[in-house]
């Protein structure tokens, strides 16, 4: 016998319709209560009829259970199918955000290697220090203890996930190669809660980039790590919450939304908030999920309809019952916020500037000193590269407040960068003295076709062919006086 001390009585189908009537719900018809009672179920729906119930004065006082005039079986019908259609909205947009930041981490693992999520050093400290962790199995009491960090584990359920795939990609893969699979194919058999934690054991360099990438910024232009993973989870707790069919349209979500400071369009939700333990609705309920969502979709470059859909569907609804908006977290003239705008876009130059650091796969200063193994003393290395980059002999551009040197200028033959980069960039940076916006023009510059000297090609590419040599240049750029 269970310990619950619950006592309500079954109630069958007729006796729930009473009940409803008895309380005040108005029905169109018994048949058409019956038939949706059946369909939907009576404790399924309470959750939706619970806001007609009268209300109460007092904020922990429970509701009574008669309902307000007027209430209709009808209306509360009305809002479980908009909750139903909101529900298949989030799901398709969350979708679209999932599946670009599969590409995310397996693009910036693999360029470590088909394998780099299994080993240690890209990951940080929290993620692969080792812990004490104690056995779960009934029985065990305790007894059995093991150290295992938290990247471990992590790649425990891993391979479990890899192991029952069923999809015909990850069957292939073992057939023909065996286990574990390459990251980025590893990817895509990961659930959005086990991207999310491989997000947040990333190294916290190549978080913070992909948050700059994704314009999920602080106040000084850097990329907020922080934030970013607290907006997947929200994500993910509000995809569970519709992948189990659960009401979403007016519920709180527990990962409130962090706002950063470098994103002023999404201050407005955190309108009313106090120093106290207040916290304003927008950050926690439906319209911070959808402010949220409109930003990754168009960082992502996501369709519109996938937006589109989401704000027509939240703003007919608050539209036909404007008492609804503020259970749902829309603050008073949402309407007007930059977010909320028909055409809210993403920022062009940011826009142009990830375009053009995707294009050169862009080198954090590490991975450039790395590069530069003709300088035979390691250490000596960094000195090397701040020497190249202060004289205008090679070319970075700030992102994220941090120097991104793009990979083409490095010869991996050599460990070194080729007398020709040198002449370009010290033509292209005035040796040395160009700011910032000279520096993304000099990037655009590598990237961009060039009739003339070079039959069509980029600079770039001529370079990576071998046919970018002193001629060709001086075609394209004047020599320096001091050449």
Not at 292 to 314: K, N
Request: aromatic share 8%; hydrophobic share 40%; proline share 5%.
């Amino acid at each position: 016998m269970a310990d619950s001390t619950y006592e309500k009585p079954f109630l069958a189908i007729e006796a729930q319709i009473d009940r409803l009537q008895q309380r005040g719900m108005t029905l169109a018809s018994r048949d058409a209560a019956r038939n949706a009672l059946r369909r939907i179920g009576y404790y399924r729906l309470s959750g939706y009829w619970y806001p007609y119930r009268l209300p109460v004065s007092g904020e922990n006082s429970k509701r009574p259970s008669q309902f307000m005039p007027g209430t209709t079986l009808a209306g509360v019908l009305d809002v479980y199918a908009f909750d139903e259609q909101l529900r298949g909205a989030l799901l398709d947009a969350i979708a679209q955000v999932e599946v670009a930041l599969r590409f995310e981490l397996g693009h910036r693992l693999g360029k470590y290697g088909p394998f780099a999520h299994l080993e240690d050093e890209h990951f940080n400290p929290g993620f692969t220090k080792m812990r004490a962790r104690a056995c779960n199995i009934p029985g065990c009491n305790g007894d059995c203890r093991w150290e295992e960090s938290d990247h471990h584990e992590w790649l425990d359920r891993q391979k479990h996930a890899e192991k029952i795939s069923t999809e015909a990609f990850a069957a292939h893969f073992r057939e023909n190669y065996g286990e574990p699979l390459p990251i980025w194919v590893a990817t895509e058999v990961m659930q959005l809660g086990r991207l999310t934690r491989l997000l947040d054991g990333l190294d916290s360099a190549e978080r913070e980039l992909l948050a700059a990438e994704w314009d999920v910024l602080d106040s000084d232009g850097r990329g907020d790590p922080s934030a970013l993973s607290n907006w997947m989870e929200h994500l993910r707790q509000v995809r569970n919450i519709c992948a189990h069919h659960s009401r979403i349209w007016n519920r709180n979500i527990n990962a409130t939304i962090a706002i950063p400071d470098g994103l002023p369009e999404l201050a407005h939700l955190e309108t009313g908030k106090t120093d106290d333990d207040y916290t304003p609705p927008a950050v926690r309920r439906v319209y911070g999920t959808f402010a949220i969502l409109t930003h990754l979709l168009a960082v992502i470059e996501a369709p519109q309809q996938y937006r589109d859909r989401l704000r027509t569907l939240l703003a007919e609804f608050i539209e036909a019952q404007p008492h609804s908006a503020t259970s749902m977290g829309f603050p008073a003239g949402w309407e007007q916020e930059p977010i909320a705008a028909t055409q809210y876009h993403r920022d062009q130059q940011r826009l142009e500037q990830v375009a053009l650091l995707r294009q050169s796969e862009a080198l954090g200063t590490r991975e450039a000193v790395a590069l530069l193994t003709a300088v035979t003393e390691p250490s000596k290395r960094a000195s090397r590269l701040n020497y190249y980059r202060k004289n205008g002999a090679l070319l970075s551009v700030l992102w994220s407040a941090r120097h991104a040197y793009p990979a083409f200028q490095f010869d991996q033959n050599t460990g070194d960068v080729p007398e020709v980069v040198i002449h370009a960039n010290r033509r292209l940076l005035d040796g040395g003295q160009a700011d910032d916006q000279q520096r993304w023009s000099s990037l655009e510059w590598w990237l961009t076709p060039n009739p003339d000297a070079l039959n069509g090609a980029t600079p770039e590419a001529a370079l990576r062919d071998g046919a970018l040599d002193m001629n060709a240049l001086d075609q394209m750029l004047s020599p320096r006086d001091d050449e």
